[in-house]
């Protein structure tokens, strides 16, 4: 009879934590199936907007068009592989527009960051004046569309109307030709700084606003000075955005399109291939070439991600370097 009554309130308490369990196990998936649910509309138009002209790009680049009876048979649609791939890593302009935008992001996207660096760091100070106003004055050409951009500076910059060429005219220096085959490069990458360092100013301003104030306090306390505390203490907490910021103009150096195609009118030293996206443009609308057109955005993509990833995995791990260890 002891046992028997004994085995009961054991069996009893058995059951008590697989009740219990139950409940939590609902919540999490309720929880999971939210959390899917506000995922659903961003994932929906990323695939949208990237999965599927990528995918379109590439289903492109493997077929051609064969027209028959001089155009008036019809089309058909003829698998031809990897013979496009092969057309544009054969070609020099392709091999010639890619070390051409490397060459010029190893100078563009120094100059880029450190200027939105310093710029962010002034903003941050403590003797910053009227820091909305600069804040806007620095973000402004960013919102000026890139043909428009491109446009404006052209005028600054075509020989005969440039006042920079009469300045350096009048101070002796004879004639500056902006858009020519030695300046044109620097020009346009002129143009994309007065763009895009506004905009990767103020993503880093906005992680510099992110450090708590302790910290800076802290510091001060210390003896620190302004420029120690900019050097020592902000900037390296906001590395982070600062990997960010020149990954994105990583990404932007090589997708170069719009500066040079309206620079293209006034000079001479840029042909219809002078970077991969032009030459993508003039196989699709200028030889009605798409099967090409798409094999070159494609491998374009291919070497962006390739340049993204191996950034990101050296500057993951110069910060496992340089992070300290354990204990000490």
């Not at 057309?87 to 020099?92: A, H, I, N, R, S």
């Given at each position: 009879m002891t046992s028997t009554i004994d085995s009961a309130p054991r069996a009893h308490r058995r059951e008590e934590p697989m009740r219990s369990r139950s409940p939590r196990r609902r919540r999490t998936s309720r929880g999971v199936l939210t959390a899917y649910g506000f995922l659903a509309p961003f994932a929906v138009v990323f695939a949208a907007l990237f999965f599927?002209?990528?995918?379109?790009?590439?289903?492109?680049?493997?077929?051609?068009?064969?027209?028959?009876?001089?155009?008036?048979?019809?089309?058909?649609?003829?698998?031809?592989?990897?013979?496009?791939?092969?057309?544009?890593?054969?070609?020099?302009?392709?091999?010639?527009?890619?070390?051409?935008?490397?060459?010029?992001?190893?100078?563009?996207?120094?100059?880029?960051?450190?200027?939105?660096?310093?710029?962010?760091?002034?903003?941050?100070?403590?003797?910053?004046?009227?820091?909305?106003?600069?804040?806007?004055?620095?973000?402004?050409?960013?919102?000026?569309?890139?043909?428009?951009?491109?446009?404006?500076?052209?005028?600054?910059?075509?020989?005969?109307?440039?006042?920079?060429?009469s300045a350096t005219r009048a101070m002796g220096f004879g004639e500056v030709n902006l858009v020519g085959a030695n300046l044109v490069l620097p020009s346009i990458g002129n143009i994309m700084i007065w763009a895009g360092a506004g905009f990767n100013m103020l993503i880093i301003y906005a992680a510099l606003q992110a450090i708590p104030a302790s910290v800076i306090e802290a510091a001060r306390m210390d003896g620190a000075g302004e420029i120690t505390i900019a050097l020592r203490v902000k900037l390296p907490i906001v590395v982070p955005a600062v990997v960010m910021t020149c990954l994105f103009t990583i990404i932007g150096t090589l997708q170069l399109f719009n500066e040079p195609i309206v620079l293209a009118d006034i000079s001479n030293a840029i042909g219809t291939n002078y970077t991969p996206n032009m030459m993508a443009y003039n196989a699709a609308y200028g030889n009605n070439d798409e099967p090409l057109a798409a094999a070159i955005s494609v491998s374009l993509a291919l070497i962006a991600f390739v340049l993204s990833f191996g950034f990101l995995r050296l500057t993951s791990r110069a910060a496992g370097l340089s992070a300290p260890k354990e204990g000490s």
């Amino acid at each position: 009879m002891t046992s028997t009554i004994d085995s009961a309130p054991r069996a009893h308490r058995r059951e008590e934590p697989m009740r219990s369990r139950s409940p939590r196990r609902r919540r999490t998936s309720r929880g999971v199936l939210t959390a899917y649910g506000f995922l659903a509309p961003f994932a929906v138009v990323f695939a949208a907007l990237f999965f599927l002209p990528l995918g379109y790009a590439v289903y492109t680049s493997l077929f051609r068009q064969t027209f028959s009876g001089l155009g008036y048979g019809g089309s058909t649609l003829k698998f031809v592989g990897l013979s496009s791939y092969v057309t544009v890593f054969t070609t020099p302009d392709f091999y010639n527009g890619v070390l051409r935008l490397l060459t010029f992001g190893v100078v563009e996207v120094p100059l880029m960051l450190g200027l939105a660096i310093v710029l962010a760091l002034l903003l941050d100070s403590r003797l910053a004046v009227m820091k909305r106003l600069f804040r806007a004055v620095y973000v402004m050409p960013y919102t000026v569309p890139g043909v428009i951009a491109a446009l404006l500076w052209g005028f600054l910059y075509q020989p005969g109307l440039s006042p920079i060429d009469s300045a350096t005219r009048a101070m002796g220096f004879g004639e500056v030709n902006l858009v020519g085959a030695n300046l044109v490069l620097p020009s346009i990458g002129n143009i994309m700084i007065w763009a895009g360092a506004g905009f990767n100013m103020l993503i880093i301003y906005a992680a510099l606003q992110a450090i708590p104030a302790s910290v800076i306090e802290a510091a001060r306390m210390d003896g620190a000075g302004e420029i120690t505390i900019a050097l020592r203490v902000k900037l390296p907490i906001v590395v982070p955005a600062v990997v960010m910021t020149c990954l994105f103009t990583i990404i932007g150096t090589l997708q170069l399109f719009n500066e040079p195609i309206v620079l293209a009118d006034i000079s001479n030293a840029i042909g219809t291939n002078y970077t991969p996206n032009m030459m993508a443009y003039n196989a699709a609308y200028g030889n009605n070439d798409e099967p090409l057109a798409a094999a070159i955005s494609v491998s374009l993509a291919l070497i962006a991600f390739v340049l993204s990833f191996g950034f990101l995995r050296l500057t993951s791990r110069a910060a496992g370097l340089s992070a300290p260890k354990e204990g000490s």
